[in-house]
């Protein structure tokens, strides 16, 4: 072994460095002084052993002594305790200060000798008796005394063993020197006294924390049993973790130290598997609260009681969404994975009319937002509509059925539940008047005789119709095979008594809506479709099929949580109730089928509950049921479905249950509660469940074998793109999550478990389909199905003939190899394609490139134009196309991890949170890496400038390339240069030509700038590169340079291939910069818009933009981040930080906006949410808005409205900012501005989005609008102030004039003309002069409130009118002012920011 330095081998010891002979004499006097220990030469190794020996001695020699010393204080320890101190020594403790030296000085010298002596010449005088002899003796105390002295000297002679008065004066002497200050002995006393003192106080202090851990972990111990807990009293901890990590956020304090304390960091459990229980959860939340002080750990204690009933909020609706899951399978019977949303809205209107007036309450009005989507709302009532009464452009239309699709639906529907087709109808039962009258409520006078005149009507049902109604109480059954209990309940247990509505509101429904579609849609069961007997009679029926002991309507897998009804109820709701569960149904043959086992199950009844006696549970699964949903959809849950068949049987020593009894309502109102299974199974629904048609891609690639060499193309690109787990919006249908999202929206938060249960019935009584309507379905997603298969296999395709990933395909190249299809018969097809193509895409008769869009359309048009079925000649094309060209392994391999590299790029713009840095260095590691890989190892420098308008020295140019990125090396020569169009260089010319150059070698062009000016001019050697950026349509906004001058190898020369992959460097660098640019617009337009909200809306106390992101595995496909939020005081703040779903789980709401792309009303931590989703232009959600009520539980009416109307101009805006992106899009100017600048800025986009709304509001006036207005002699002080405002606003030389002071002047302006001239009036305009000053002097004064309180919806559009007006004056001009414009070749000025 190789001999070790001493530098290595000495810990704590400090050697001379190489180089330390060179210091100077202060710098070594220096280094001397901080040395501990003098230096030792390395070859001087018996001086470290010598250090090491000294060491080992000194160690053994220090624990000796502190033995000798502990030994001897415990010997002194038992002497003192067998003989006591004597206590006349402490006499000479006092206060005198004069004598202390003198009193220690005979304490410490003399008596300890002294005080002995004596006591041996007193027991010397008694042995001897010399005070008792009458005689003189010879004993001499002096003498005997001073012998005594003498041989005791304490200097010389050995001491004695000391007497307790001895000991005694030597600890009064060592209390003594204590007090004496500026000794030894004085200090160190001082220093044990101190050392005590802290002793004491550390000692109680350790006291109080146990005290306080003891108490905090029982206050936890408490706390946990506030949680929902599963079978074994377990909760999953990852819901403790969330509750943890969120309480930073949600506490009132949000200093920087408390924010510190609240910080640890936590590790998240990936899944709800891992649980723990009431110890466990002490431990685990204590050693995270320990620090906390009183104050911080009572918020915490809120805190985690207010998270428990979330979680209890969350089970109760895990158990709800559950059945609404299972009843979307129920109703899809074309198994396809989607329902008819016109349909189910009908319904649910349907259903929300036949409830009582105080039930309504409960529910969310399906004929509102957010039932229904604000686009389908029209303009007119979301800007002046006053009732509360959203009124849908198209909805009311598509849910009335024409009387013949009534007729056919009356009759055999499809039903894949058993097999068969069943005529599904409902048997009726004689009822009396009062029940009828209570039941029909506001229903006409002659609606009710006719509904009185056939009460007593009963209908005949077929067999298969009663044995598939017999399971009216729906199928038993969990999503994982699990036990379930039914209950039974009655209708009139969920009837909420508070906030009961008017029953006016009712009649104003039907204004609203002239005929109700719910009505129109009504199914026919008599014949006659919408008859009033027939709608009397479904009315009172409402609540589902007959109710006996083998036709129950609560088997789906829940328990009801909730107490029973309050109060009295009113009674109209006891009958609506004792209706819908007192009916009967006769037996039929159908019903007889079953075994006397089943039967047997299915007598049985819930016990009492008013008897606590234990509950057993018994499930018996039955072969028709097993049948009646498919296996195909278990699958799509994540789990089989299997259907139960359950019921309670009694406890012990009960006797059997009664099979014909009345429940009373009082029993009813209790339901058996059953314990928490303890899994969320509709947890995360959307990535569980899997559609029909997103499964027919995987059937189709293992059936088609055509394109078998682009398979692992197309798993490449699979893999690249996140699995889709988010649900597009769609107006005709719903999937799975869209369905059950929109259900558990309807019921809301008041609702209880019985109103539920009959909601469900109801849907899936009503719910059916025809098979035509299957058959459309089906043609629907085949052909959806079809066209992502034709995109992935198309894109693989163009990735082939790509294959050095450069981004596009050159136009020529195509069409000359297309040109030999079919042996040159199609030129004329071709030819006509071609054209199509170049006016969809303008751009490519100049640039003559195919973008990856661009080659997908050309192969479609030319499809179509050839005859034959189109699929068919895709195919035939794709099949020419890819034997046209050949690809080695090597090549692909070569291309794939080169499109690794570039969607990098891509993945970092995308999770950067709006920042341009991890862009560019995305950018430079792909360049490294293909150097490294497939270019020899060179050694490239690159940089990105970017064109911005010459403002400053304009005779240099009107234009400048900013490098704003560059490699480290070369930062300190190039970052933050600009270079002008008078300089050297090739960079413009490759900007106006809008192609690369390619200099081969620089040290031959002669015109180009160096910008490292000391770089020898022998050295400036190489090969360079400058490749122009281009934005979607083709324009020009800077460029990507690069050269080998760090490589002075001679073949440092960038070869084809790599300038082909380097222009697709550029063109992803171009899609990622601009993706930062849509972050940026869209942060300026919601900026914009929660401005506007918060001076409209103060009862909402927040709102919070987020924004979706990749994730970063397949597991976590997408995550969100907070963007930008707004409080009530009008503060706003940006954000950048990701929201993890498995940190946020009490939060899960966010993630489920994002999955059903639908809203969400909720509530978390006792304040109630609303969450908006901001969608793509393919419908699915790219963002959310999740606005914070407070404790309100409706925001008021006014309130309520302009929220709406921001979320839906935030939408439009949000489309327009993404259709800017597009390259087959042309944007739509409207204001002057955009078209002199011929961009659209983003700063004004939603206020230009409101404009456009109102002009149309405004357009569809009349004169007879302002009729009202008109009628007015003196009118309101709003009124005359807002007309004023809107005639200054054209006029504004009228001020002071009788044409707007005087209201008979006024009030004749309000005519056609003023009608058009507010839908042409452009406040951006330059000849318009908008004075900010006159127009805020009229309506400034006027509130939001007491306009919507005047209730005149023409003057509410003139009131957004002239504020929207307001606003694009102001922010327009100074917009488009202080732009950053970059030039494109064509002179086409855009903007484009970066941060």
């Known amino acids: 072994m190789a001999v070790q330095p001493a530098a290595a081998q000495t810990a704590g010891l400090q050697h001379p460095k190489p180089g330390d002979g060179n210091m100077t004499a202060t710098e070594m006097k220096r280094k001397q002084g901080n040395d501990e220990l003098p230096c030792l030469s390395i070859y001087a190794l018996w001086k470290e052993c010598l250090y090491k020996k000294v060491q080992q001695r000194c160690l053994s020699l220090q624990e000796t002594k502190v033995k000798m010393v502990r030994e001897q204080k415990v010997k002194e320890e038992k002497v003192n305790k067998r003989e006591p101190c004597d206590l006349l020594s402490r006499e000479w403790l006092n206060n005198e200060k004069v004598s202390l030296d003198t009193r220690i000085y005979l304490l410490e010298k003399l008596l300890p000798t002294l005080i002995p002596g004596i006591e041996k010449l007193l027991m010397e005088v008694e042995r001897k008796n010399v005070l008792a002899a009458e005689e003189p003796t010879r004993f001499n105390p002096f003498i005997f005394l001073g012998e005594y002295l003498i041989r005791h000297n304490p200097r010389c002679g050995i001491p004695t063993k000391p007497g307790p008065y001895v000991r005694g004066l030597k600890v009064v002497t060592e209390e003594l020197k204590s007090e004496m200050a500026g000794t030894a002995s004085g200090r160190l006393a001082r220093m044990k006294a101190e050392a005590n003192v802290k002793r004491k106080e550390r000692e109680e202090l350790e006291n109080m924390k146990s005290r306080v851990k003891l108490m905090r972990k029982e206050a936890l111990a408490i706390q946990f049993r506030e949680w929902t807990v599963d079978v074994s009293g377990r909760i999953p901890i990852a819901l403790v973790q969330s509750a943890l990590r969120t309480f930073a956020d949600v506490i009132a304090s949000t200093a920087t130290d408390v924010r510190k304390i609240c910080d640890p960091k936590l590790e998240i459990t990936d899944t709800l598997e891992k649980k723990v229980n009431i110890d466990e959860f002490t431990e685990y939340v204590h050693s995270y609260t320990e620090h906390f002080p009183d104050d911080m750990f009572q918020e915490m204690l809120k805190h985690l009681c207010r998270c428990a009933d979330d979680f209890g909020e969350a089970v109760r609706h895990d158990m709800w969404r559950q059945m609404f899951a299972f009843l979307f399978i129920d109703c899809d019977y074309a198994k396809v994975g989607l329902l008819n949303r016109p349909k189910i809205l009908a319904l649910l209107i349907d259903f929300y009319k036949r409830s009582p007036v105080s039930a309504q309450g409960g529910f969310c009005n399906p004929r509102q937002w957010p039932i229904i989507e604000l686009q389908e709302i029209k303009p007119a009532y979301l800007w002046g509509g006053f009732d509360d009464q959203e009124v849908c452009e198209e909805l009311s239309e598509k849910l009335v059925l024409s009387q013949t699709e009534r007729e056919i ?56 119709a009663v044995s598939e109604l017999e399971s009216t109480d729906l199928e038993v059954r969990d999503l994982d095979g699990g036990t379930i209990v039914t209950g039974k309940s009655t209708f009139h247990e969920d009837i909420q008594t508070e906030g009961q509505t008017e029953s006016a509101s009712a009649v104003s429904q039907s204004e609203v809506f002239p005929e109700s579609a719910s009505t129109e849609y009504s199914l026919s069961r008599d014949g006659e479709p919408g008859s009033e007997n027939q709608m009397e009679e479904e009315e009172f029926s409402l609540g589902g099929e007959p109710d006996t002991e083998k036709n129950r309507e609560e088997d789906y897998p829940v328990s009801d949580r909730e107490p029973g009804s309050e109060g009295q109820v009113s009674q109209q709701e006891e009958n609506w109730a004792a209706e819908t569960n007192n009916t009967t149904s006769e037996p039929t043959p159908g019903a007889t089928a079953m075994t006397s086992e089943d039967r047997a199950l299915a007598d049985r009844d819930v016990i009492d509950s008013k008897e606590d006696a234990p509950v057993a549970e018994v499930v018996k699964e039955t072969p028709a049921r097993k ?69 027919i891609p995987e059937d189709w690639k293992c059936e088609d074998t055509r394109f078998a060499d682009l398979r692992p193309i197309m798993a490449e690109i699979q893999n690249r793109c996140a699995s889709r787990t988010r649900s597009a919006f769609d ?7 869209q369905f059950v999202q929109l259900m558990e929206t309807f019921v809301g938060e008041e609702v209880s478990l019985p109103t539920v249960k009959k909601l469900i ?121 890819n034997t046209s060209v050949e690809q080695s392994h090597t090549e692909f391999l070569q291309s794939s991890a080169r499109r690794k590299w570039l969607h990098s790029i891509q993945q970092a713009a995308e999770t950067s949170g709006g920042s341009i840095e991890p862009v560019y260095k995305a950018v430079f590691k792909a360049l490294f890496q293909d150097a490294e890989a497939h270019g020899d190892n060179k050694k490239i420098s690159a940089y990105i400038a970017l064109l911005e308008e010459n403002q400053l020295t304009p005779e240099q140019g009107q234009i400048l390339l900013r490098y704003v990125a560059c490699t480290a090396d070369d930062a300190p020569y190039v970052l933050n240069q600009t270079l002008h169009r008078d300089m050297k260089g090739v960079s413009f010319a490759a900007v106006e030509e809008g192609k690369p150059i390619h200099v081969p070698r620089v040290q031959l062009h002669g015109n ?68 930062i640019c849509t972050l940026e617009n869209v942060l300026q337009m919601t900026g914009n818009a929660l401005d506007w909200l918060y001076t409209r809306a103060p009862s909402i106390h927040s709102v919070t933009m987020y924004l979706v992101e990749p994730g970063k595995d397949k597991a976590q496909n997408y995550t969100l981040r907070k963007m930008i939020s707004i409080d009530n005081t009008g503060q706003k703040e940006i954000h950048s930080s990701p929201v993890l779903r498995k940190e946020n789980l009490l939060r899960d709401y966010l993630y489920k906006c994002i999955d059903s792309s639908g809203v969400i009303h909720t509530s978390v931590y006792r304040e109630n949410h609303i969450a908006v989703p901001l969608r793509d232009l393919s419908g699915q959600a790219l963002g959310l808005f999740d606005i914070n009520i407070g404790h309100n539980q409706k925001l008021p009416p006014h309130e309520h409205k302009d929220l709406q109307k921001m979320l839906k101009i935030s939408q439009a805006a949000f489309s327009e900012i993404l259709k800017m992106a597009l390259e087959e899009t042309e944007p739509t100017y409207v204001l002057e501005p955009e078209h002199e600048a011929n961009l659209r800025h983003a700063g004004i986009l939603f206020h230009w989005c409101m404009l456009q709304d109102l002009r149309e509001c405004v357009w569809k006036l009349s004169v007879e609008s302002f009729a009202d207005i008109k009628s007015h002699v003196e009118p309101p002080a709003l009124v005359h102030s807002i007309v004023k405002a809107v005639l200054l606003l054209f006029h504004p030389d009228w001020k002071g004039s009788e044409e707007t002071e005087n209201w008979s002047q006024c009030k004749l302006k309000l005519d056609d003309n003023l009608i058009q001239e507010i839908y042409c009036f452009d406040p951006t305009a330059a000849s318009v002069q908008v004075q900010a000053e006159l127009l805020l002097d009229c309506i400034t004064g006027v509130s939001r409130a007491a306009v919507w309180e005047h ?11 002239v504020q929207t007006c307001l606003a694009l004056g102001g922010s327009t001009r100074s917009s488009y002012s202080k732009r950053k414009t970059f030039l494109a070749p064509s002179g086409i000025k855009f903007q484009c920011t970066t941060k």
């Open 1008 to 1075: 180009i700038y160096f910008w490292n000016h000391d770089r020898p001019v022998e050295e400036r050697k190489g090969s360079f590169l400058v490749l122009p950026l281009h934005d979607a349509h083709w324009r020009v906004f800077g460029i990507l340079g690069l050269d080998t001058l760090r490589d002075q190898c001679e073949t440092a020369i960038f070869l084809t291939h790599e300038i082909s992959f380097y222009q697709g460097v550029s063109y992803a660098f171009s899609k990622a910069y601009h993706h």
């Open 761 to 881: 019935v109801f849907i899936k009584r009503e719910y059916k389909q025809t098979e035509e309507e299957k058959m459309k379905q089906l043609e629907k997603v085949h052909h959806s199905s079809r066209l992502a298969q034709q995109k992935l296999l198309l894109e693989a395709l163009f990735e082939k003939w790509d294959d050095n990933a450069s981004g596009f395909l050159d136009l020529e190249e195509v069409d000359a190899v297309l040109s030999t299809f079919k042996e040159g018969m199609e030129k004329e097809t071709l030819r006509k394609a071609k054209k199509h193509l170049c006016s969809r895409y303008p751009q490519l008769s100049r640039v003559g490139k195919l973008s990856p869009k661009a080659f997908q359309t050309f192969l479609e048009l030319l499809a179509s134009e050839l005859s034959g079925n189109e699929d068919e000649a895709i195919d035939n094309l794709v099949e020419f196309l």
């Open 627 to 695: 049948e009646s949903v498919p296996e195909q959809h278990g699958s799509q849950i994540g789990q089989q479905a299997r259907l139960q068949d359950g019921n309670l049987l009694q406890g012990q020593g009960e006797g059997p249950a009664p099979t014909d009894r009345q429940d009373s309502p009082a029993e009813d109102s209790q339901e058996v509660e059953v314990p928490w299974s303890g899994d969320f199974l509709t947890h995360d629904l959307s990535s569980r469940f899997s559609s029909y048609a997103e499964r």
């Open 409 to 464: 639906l009356a009759g055999p529907v499809a039903d894949n539940r058993q097999g068969s087709n069943v005529v599904r109808t409902i048997t009726g039962l004689s009822e009396q008047k009062s029940m009828i009258e209570a039941e029909t409520g506001g229903i006409r006078k002659e609606e009710n005789q006719a509904a009185e005149s056939n009460g007593a009507e009963v209908r005949e049902e077929d067999e298969d």
């Open 731 to 737: 107006e005709s249908s719903l999937n799975l999550p």
């Open 1351 to 1361: 209730g005149s919806a023409p003057i509410e559009y003139l009131y957004h009118w």
